[in-house]
């Protein structure tokens, strides 16, 4: 046991610690605009979940998400409740999902009927108990309850509810209404109080109906002032992207989590050395590099790309709730659309392998629960699967980029003609490049990150010309498009969603390194840009190859040398990297990962807490041990 | 809700379960040879930790780990303590690790120093203390320990011993002996009590030393008949090897008992579907069976193959303990230990991959204690660090393979002479096509399996080229050979063990395929064989372009079309499949993953259990709620 090194590695870093953390947090706060009220909750609710997800959760869930949609989907008569809500003198929970739908939103079974002046609410069948609602199992005393609406006679489409669920005095759940907890989970997710709710006939008055663009009468007559089904539904179920912008800070905070705990005890472990000398930080294992910095610049590119994407959402939002109906909005409201569901897997993904890479990493010790790498896996686990499961949106993000390039140009055109110039012009800009004509790999240029850049847009271009080539193929054996579009995503249009979403991160992260100004954390940054964009091309390495981007061994070979020595040339700034981001001791929670470096002695800690431990069962044990020696002896 | 679909399912199967589960269960036990008694105990092992991982290692640890350490390492002087090992009078455990060492075995710190005819243990620092001892913190009564052994003045490197380290009545450390508890771990291994131990000049007698090749006289004097320190080294460690054969099933479990429960699951769960057609499961889905059908492949392929290579290693192990001291028997050894260091990281990586996958296409529900899913891959984690972290001894692999290559041709002949024929014919022939000439890719045969064999051939043969090249470029900088071996582990001596070892596991599994007799048996098998190589090779395809092996699209898409179509064909096996290798429901514990397919059924049961809960704390939140609004009203 020696002295702790991380000092030593702190010294090493090329760049200012304090003035890239300033760069890298911005200082968006500092105009008062009426939208920052939200981007700063967003921003309070992102550090208190970096020490508890659960707990964020249940905030997140009562006043963002229940308030949220009581706000833009509802009217004045609901203005008490948002009263209430803001005061804290309710606890909302928000059911949608059902037992046996999550995805399909549309298909939910619950039912509200019209009936003398009331709705009922109903149940029809175990697989329409309201499920996963956060604080609904003993804390909350209303709901935001979507169910499908009968009225004269028939159903009028799915549509939205805030119901008082439970008797504020004595807390039990209303007249037909039962309610429960679903059970054990795993990580910060045990305290959420993920609840289901059974409806048998409850009786609600009509003010519930949250009724931004449509009522039912006294006399139960329906009237909207949607033009479409499809008008009604992209507003009552467009309240649920707001999840998806914070779910993409998930991924980046598990990346920063697990790098930060697995780089600072690589260099307080030792393993292993060159012969006669003393051994050496297993940090110093260039394979141990390989494994952990990609996911540390990871944490710091999405963090970037999710606070620009933030900004957009907020301008959006606020543009919405001002009541702009431009077609440029609804342009935005696909691209956001697009992008979230195509971001929130890239992140999340990248996250939890961050996460079980840093665990491995750690060896193991990092198995101890105190390392606190297996609960934060856990932790951030369903990351992956709420809000749309990852491989269930990537679906949606590739349906609006082929409607995109359908409303420019039609199939035939798109493969055969070598276009001069089209255009896919978007809001955000991260669909402009669609219909470039995609240029093959002749040489590196002198940026690694262009070159990057270059390989994905042929590489886009590739997949969404595979993928309807398909389509077209498959749509002459008379499948129906539910089916093609099912068929199409292997290798085809689920990559491509995969694709557009590192293209936008890579390309929102370089406009972001090319307005620094200062010039160390700026060249630290262009390392980092360079090894998160290598890191994630290369696993499209094989599809380059197959689309004919390249051949021979030279590209190949030269994203993997670059990859090897980006990786090597970042060794010395990882350490200060990691201070940049990482939360402190008390919220990093590690034994394994603190600031001091001196993991051996918080394992010790832990270690002596636990000396000499007498339990019961020892007694029985010393018994059982004698008697069998006893018996043994006899024979 | 609908009737459960899981025997319509099952009615599609190709084959017949049972017919199957014969063949791929085998009929090893029939014979009465000797070495029986051992596989029969792995094979009770086995059975047991599919239901509880925990409680399979404490007895392992004692019968198997510590017991066959005395047997293996001991002499007539230690019969005793092996009969009451046998006997369950005493209760064992291993202590290699320390606190600061664990894959680098010859630096551990505890000394025991030769004093007035005794042993003196002792902990020289913190980093000393043993630790990661399972059965150690509550029961254990006995120890083999690891030391350094001092006497005539110096030191005479690692050696084991067996010592008494608690009272057998009052279950106290003996004097000069502090035990405890590591803390909190996840999983099935909370239970197994790993713990540490801390030595304070413990005073053991001379027999404890584990003398088979070596002794301490009662003078003091060190005699040995091991003719040089490897030798001893690996009569030592080689022990260790037994524990790697049962971790290569560990994954091939977590890949049966991840698609058990998944795709199970996937047939009762229904989410979208065609227009105006009933909700569709979600195992219809090609992307759902491109996600699980290929793990379920790797549970049956990976338990082909381990059960090959421990029937090689129990004859392996009887030869050993027949005394045989042939030059077969060490390139057996080395071939056992390659293999095992290559299948090993490719076993476990496939089986936490599965797990992972398996709690995504399971959805939100997937993420609910219940489904066991979460559990599952906590337990199964730590197989991917401990018994040798999987990156760590993936290089003592390549080493192997690299001396082989080395031992035949000199490394200018490899690069630069096309050979005609050479051999590198090894005991379990798993690296006999080292120095064959290999082929580039010149068009699909009509066996794809064979296709991949050909392509892991050429793979390997590049990646032994590129790392030697790069080897020797390194030596001319005047680096050490440790240092070198380091530097050229990522994307080259890295990817070669894992290709090594894939390539085995599939050259097994065919010629297992070859000998089924039954036609359905064989027919199905072929499929999932043929599943398994592409899903693995898949990820070698940009290595593959950039070696030259392929170019242009046709070999990727090949193999690419081959996966989707072999994965199609496989799904209306994959129920029967299922059925084939997963325990019965009391074993899996999985609500979603019961046999009978009722997964509805079974979470409402789990649900129900927490109905109308009424937690002390909802009279304080009522409280609470009250003041604030009576607080609000005041204003």
Partial sequence: MTTPLIDEYRKKASF????????????????????EDFAKALAAIDALETFDQGTAARYFLHANVFGSAVRSLGTDRHAEILRQTEQNEIVGCFCLTEVS????????QTTATFDKGEFVFHTPNIGAIKCWAGNLSHSATHAVVFAQLYTEGRCQGLHSFVIQVRDMKTMKPLPGIAIGDMGEKPGDWNGVENGWMRFDHHRA???????????????????????????????????????????????????????????????ARRQFGPPNKEEMPVFEYPLQQY???????????????????????????????????????????????????????????????????????????????????????????????????????????????????????????????QMKEPHTRTPMGTMNYLLDT?????????????????????????????????????????????????????????????AYGEHAIIQWGLEFVRDIAEQKSKQVMQ?????????????????????????????????????????????????????????????????????????YDRLMEVFLKHENESPPFQKDLANFLVQRSNNNSKL
């Fill in 101 to 108: 739908h999550g995805s399909n939103t549309q298909k939910m």
């Fill in 438 to 498: 995609p240029k093959k790999f002749s040489g590196f240029s002198n940026c690694i990150v262009e070159d990057v850049l270059s390989a994905y847009k042929y590489l886009i271009r590739h997949l969404i010309e595979t993928s309807m080539r398909d389509y077209e193929k498959l749509k002459t054996t008379g499948k129906d498009s539910f089916t093609i579009r099912n068929e199409i995503q292997v290798h085809r249009a689920h990559t491509l969603s995969i």
């Fill in 527 to 599: 390392r980092v840009l360079s090894l998160y964009s290598l890191f994630v091309l290369d696993k499209h390495l094989a599809t380059l190859y197959i689309s004919g981007y390249c051949s021979g061994p030279e590209f190949g070979d030269g994203i993997r040398s670059s990859l090897r020595l980006t990786c090597a040339s970042l060794a010395p700034d990882a350490i200060g990297l990691v201070d940049v981001l990482a939360p402190p001791d008390f919220i990093l929670g590690s034994s394994l990962g603190a600031e001091d470096g001196r993991a």
């Fill in 291 to 417: 494994r952990l910095i990609p996911y540390l610049c990871g944490g710091f590119v999405i963090k970037i790309f999710q606070k620009r994407f933030q900004n957009h959402f907020v301008e959006y939002m606020w543009r919405v709730m001002s009541g702009e109906k431009s077609e440029e909005l609804a342009e935005m409201s696909k691209e956001i659309h697009a992008l979230s569901a195509a971001a929130k897997p890239v992140s999340t993904w990248m996250g939890i392998e961050a996460l079980g890479e840093a665990r491995r990493a750690c060896g193991g010790h990092g198995f101890l629960t105190c390392s606190r790498l297996n609960d934060l896996r856990e932790s951030f686990d369903p990351s992956q699967t709420y809000e749309g499961e990852n491989n269930m949106i990537l679906q949606q993000s590739s349906n609006i980029i082929f409607a995109k390039v359908y409303q420019i140009l039609p199939f035939k055109t798109i493969l055969e003609v």
């Fill in 16 to 35: 200012d610690v304090n003035t890239l953390r300033n760069i890298i947090d911005g200082e968006e706060f500092v105009e008062a605009k009426p939208q």
């Fill in 205 to 267: 008055p009509l003010w519930t109906l949250l009724n931004k663009g449509c009522d039912v009468t006294l006399e139960g007559k329906y009237v909207t002032s949607f033009k479409s089904q499809s008008e009604k539904q992209s507003v009552t179920l467009g309240t649920l992207s707001i999840g998806r912008m914070g779910i993409i800070t998930k991924g980046a905070n598990a990346c920063i989590l697990a790098t930060t705990i697995a780089l600072r005890y690589s260099v």
